[in-house]
């Protein structure tokens, strides 16, 4: 399976949204909290053209966002569907 990492902050619904579904899928993730980790948050404003949006996944190697939180492209990206 591949090696998910989710890009998050405290506040944000659609990261609480996004870490249940993948815990509903049975799918282990490593959540780094961009407010607590300064090269997180500067990994996340280049992967997203300089803005700060969560969740942010890095997925082998591969990244993309999904504010809005969307479920179908999630899987998708996960190669699950």
Do not use: H, Q
């Not at 948050?41 to 999904?66: C, H, I, S, Y």
């Amino acid at each position: 399976m591949a090696n998910i990492k989710m890009y998050t902050t405290a506040w944000c619904g659609d990261c609480r949204t996004a870490k249940r579904y993948l815990r509903e899928l049975g799918l282990e993730f490593d959540e780094i909290n961009i407010e607590e980790n300064e090269r997180a948050a500067e990994f996340v404003l280049k992967a997203n053209e300089g803005k700060r949006k969560v969740p942010t996944f890095e997925v082998d190697g591969r990244t993309f966002n999904l504010s809005p939180f969307d479920a179908r492209k999630l899987r998708t990206e996960l190669g699950l569907s």
